[in-house]
């Protein structure tokens, strides 16, 4: 019998598995060119190449993937198991193993991405609606007398906007207005204190601010309605929220945005010591300049004696020297006048400032503490004083209605064996012991007679 034929039949195309494995990925390539897909990671590895591996699953199934170094160096975020994440990726097939697989090339939290994306949309309608028009921004005061700050009361950022405050501009009264900034409660509390600051018509600018965080926690400042109570707010509204890089919708429709709520401080306020150089500086320019019109009349005078000699105009020169002398008085009065007012007002700058010098306030609280600690000392006392004068009356009046006070005077309680006392003859009989407490002890006694 002869072995069967093995050759291939003339029509049978023969693969083999490379070029099965190769067809294949041209076929997915082709048919799934860029997917975006979501879902949980599981076996996150990072070899030492740099290359991220992972498997992206849901309840029902589950993909091999892979993110190249060149991709995953800019991530915002450290991949772990159990993330929720957001790939774009394109579709292939690892053909050493005849594997399918993902060739991730963006990849972000999930929630992100969504938030991300309604934040650009909301910006782009408010745009349109020119809740961003430069036009309507308004400056803000050179010189705020009264600051309401919006933001958390328990947060870095109201700390570090009252230690620029202090230091730059002490003249300025600061209200920090206390709301949350993270959470749903968030953007009604703010909405709430927009309107409740600008209703007051007590404050010059409305400073609205937090610290850093991820766009979920910044997400209250990207509010419609927080965005809205901004734009109508009547007072100016300075925006400050996270960090330099990031920005919220609060930052695009306030008149001003500050990269850092201490960078904000900065902007609402003057220097205080710079401004104190600049009145010195005006000081000394002034009286240069007195100093010079001065020198300018004495050769203007010079000169004119001068002449006047030569021409020997007695009478003239008598009338004219006496109104020269009495503009030059007025004119040293004036210049004397201008420089006493700008000295008493650089004065008054100097002692308000000293006013605000949290030294002296501690002084003056340590002396109140102290004189109220010796009133209360001296309170303690009287009322000490009163307590014992009337314990002593009230023991007077207990001892006057004392028992005692009446077996003093001779008389005695009787009781009977079972400790009870005896107000009758009947209560006991002959043979009976009996106890008689007086004044200053006891007696028993038997009873012979009961009559």
């Avoid at 205080?272 to 009145?279: D, E, H, K, N």
Wanted: charged share 25%.
């Amino acid at each position: 019998m002869s072995a069967p034929d093995a050759s291939p039949a003339p029509n049978r195309q023969v693969l083999t598995p490379s070029t099965l494995n190769r067809l294949v990925r041209g076929l997915l390539e082709d048919a799934f060119p860029t997917v975006w897909i979501e879902g949980e990671l599981s076996n996150v590895a990072r070899p030492a190449s740099g290359h991220l591996y992972f498997t992206l699953k849901d309840s029902a199934a589950q993909v091999r993937c892979a993110m190249f170094r060149s991709s995953n160096t800019g991530l915002r975020f450290k991949p772990a198991d159990g993330l929720q994440v957001l790939l774009r990726a394109r579709v292939g097939l690892y053909e050493a193993r005849g594997e399918y697989q993902l060739i991730a090339e963006h990849m972000e939290l999930a929630g992100e991405g969504a938030l991300q994306r309604a934040f650009e949309a909301l910006k782009a309608k408010l745009d349109a609606e020119g809740l961003f028009d430069a036009k309507r921004k308004r400056p803000l005061p050179p010189f705020a007398r009264r600051i309401g700050v919006i933001t958390s009361a328990t947060g870095a950022a109201i700390r570090d906007v009252l230690s620029v405050l202090g230091r730059r501009w002490p003249l300025a009264e600061v209200d920090v207005l206390p709301v949350p900034v993270q959470g749903r409660e968030a953007p009604p509390a703010i909405v709430a204190m927009l309107r409740k600051a600008a209703a007051s018509r007590r404050y010059d600018v409305l400073l609205v601010t937090r610290g850093g965080g991820s766009l979920e926690d910044l997400w209250a400042f990207n509010d419609e309605a927080v965005a809205r109570a901004i734009h109508a707010s009547p007072v100016p509204v300075m925006s400050a929220v996270g960090h330099e890089i990031d920005f919220s919708i609060a930052d695009f429709v306030a008149d001003v945005r500050a990269p850092t709520p201490s960078a904000a401080a900065e902007i609402l306020v003057p220097d205080a010591q710079a401004m104190l150089r600049r009145l010195r500086q005006q000081q000394s320019r002034l009286a240069t300049a007195a100093q010079r019109t001065l020198q300018a009349l004495g050769q203007r005078l010079d000169t004119a004696a001068a002449r006047l000699q030569a021409q020997r105009p007695e009478v003239r020169l008598a009338r004219n020297g006496e109104r020269l002398a009495n503009l030059h008085h007025r004119l040293l009065a004036a210049l004397r006048t201008t420089r006493q007012q700008h000295h008493a007002r650089l004065v008054q700058l100097q002692l308000r400032l000293r006013a605000c010098d949290p030294q002296r306030a501690v002084g003056m609280h340590r002396n109140r503490l102290t004189e109220l600690a010796q009133r209360l000392r001296q309170a303690v006392a009287r009322q000490l004083e009163r307590r014992k004068l009337a314990l002593q009356e009230a023991a007077r009046t207990l001892h006057a209605v004392s028992p005692l006070a009446t077996l003093e005077r001779g008389y005695a309680i009787v009781r009977d064996a079972d400790g009870h006392v005896v107000t009758s003859v009947t209560g006991v009989h002959p043979g009976d012991t009996v106890q008689a407490r007086l004044a200053d002890g006891t007696l028993h006694a038997k009873v012979i007679d009961a009559a």
